[in-house]
């Protein structure tokens, strides 16, 4: 998340920096050693099968695949203090019921374009989808949310999921717990490059997927990009980004707060501030400051701050508008005293979450029933996060009857003709023949008087 060379250069005079970034912020990139690692990796998975999968499985994790039974599945919630499963719950509804309301909204159609040609769309989900659910450092518990929940508020009829062991060799009980929840037909206790090949070339018991979807380190992100073609994928997304459009009106202490909470997420996680009052820009550095101290993950949100983090200043809204579409965000809060002209003409970011009251960590965790997994390194300026439509394939047909016939044979014959196309022209030609034959009087008519 930064601002390209070239805008920088033409946009100089309408941004200012309180803060700027050590070094540059990263992008979702190509280590080559990682590459090589895990192409490696994906041959010999797929010339050897399940035990190439289990033998990465116990270098790397020391621990054999496992799959969870249903009553082992259901079980984890057992081993949850009471008010994280019941968290779990309701983060499983809400973002189910979100993707419910997506798909009110995909709807099936038909319509005639002309007498005789009849056009429609029917939204049909893909078989069958692999979910990928990181469960290190910090399980991320809501991912089940995002990729089994609304592939199932699809239509999907098998997803099945991967989850990497903990030290113990067991599962980690909130993330297969919200994987229960969020309706996973099949969960497996295996992780990094092994678990989405296995699920990729269907060595787990299923046919291969047909889609592989979820977070995950450099080798996972890695791997998705090189099964990418086998299967379909989410998208690539590199370090979590947050950013926020702030006026003289918001509260240093909830800006720098929102900042730090993404931040978290690793050390070279981008977090910007654009704000077109520089007091208060000073205000948020300060304040930074005074909370990194505070939080348990200091070691973590300080180098992201200092290394990757931005606040600039900007002479007016219609610049802070310009200077965010280019940085294009993962996450974007805006905090101002007219937030709804804002939402009216930022057009790229994954999420927007509008007004004070409003966090990215209420999507993280599944609350808020939008989906976080969302495009990064400028991502927003093409592409959109996961939903619900991603599951569905708008699948297109046409209806031709006889008499619509010369609105478009005639003119398929000019153009395949001006392309030295014969056989697409034969397929139009052949057709207008018949057309015309059809309607001519019979033999018998034309010579009896």
Sequence with gaps: MKLSPRFSAENAHR?????????????????????????????????????????????LDG??????????????????????????ELGAERTQQFARLQR???????????????????????????AYLPAGRFPLTASAFMSVGVAKAAGVPTVIACTPPQPDGGVNAAVAYAAYVSGVDRLFVVGGVQALAAMA????????????????????????????????????AGPSE??????????????????????????????????????????????????LPTLSTNAICGPAWHDFGSVVVVDDRESAVAVMDELAPEHLEVQTADDAWYHDRLTNYGSLFIGPWSTV???????????????????????????????????????????????????????????????????????????HRSTLPSPELTTRK
């Design 242 to 291: 947050v950013a926020v459009i702030a006026d003289e009106t918001a509260d240093p202490e909830l800006v720098a707060a929102d900042l730090l909470g993404q931040a978290e997420h690793g050390p070279n996680s981008p977090a910007a501030l654009v704000t077109t009052s520089r007091a208060l820009g000073e205000a948020v550095v300060a304040e930074v400051e005074r909370q």
């Design 361 to 435: 960590a209420y999507s993280d965790k599944g609350m808020a029933g939008t989906n976080h997994t969302l495009p990064t390194a400028g991502g927003a300026k093409h592409s959109a996060g996961l939903s619900v439509s991603r599951f569905l394939k708008p699948l297109t047909y046409q209806r031709i009857a006889r008499e619509a016939t010369p609105a478009l044979a005639d003119a398929v014959d000019v153009i395949s003709a001006s392309e030295g196309m014969s056989a697409h022209r034969a397929t139009a030609t052949l057709r207008t023949d018949r057309l």
């Design 104 to 130: 009110d909204h995909l709807t099936d159609f038909e319509a005639e374009l002309l007498p005789g040609l009849t056009v429609g769309q029917r939204y049909v989900p893909v078989g069958s989808v692999g």
């Design 15 to 59: 941004f200012s920096f309180v803060k700027a970034p050590a070094v540059d912020a990263p992008e979702a990139q190509r280590d080559p050693a990682v590459a090589e690692r895990v192409a490696g990796m994906l041959a010999e998975i797929a010339r050897d099968g399940i035990e190439a999968v289990r033998r990465y499985a116990t270098e």
């Design 63 to 88: 621990a054999d695949v496992v799959e969870l039974s249903r009553d082992e599945l259901a079980a984890t919630g057992d081993r949850l203090d009471p008010a994280l499963r019941a968290a779990i």
């Design 201 to 236: 070339y269907g060595l787990l018991g299923e046919a291969p997927v047909d889609m592989i979807v979820g977070a995950g380190n450099a080798f996972v992100a890695e791997a998705k990009r090189q099964l990418f073609g086998t299967v379909a994928i989410d998208l690539l």
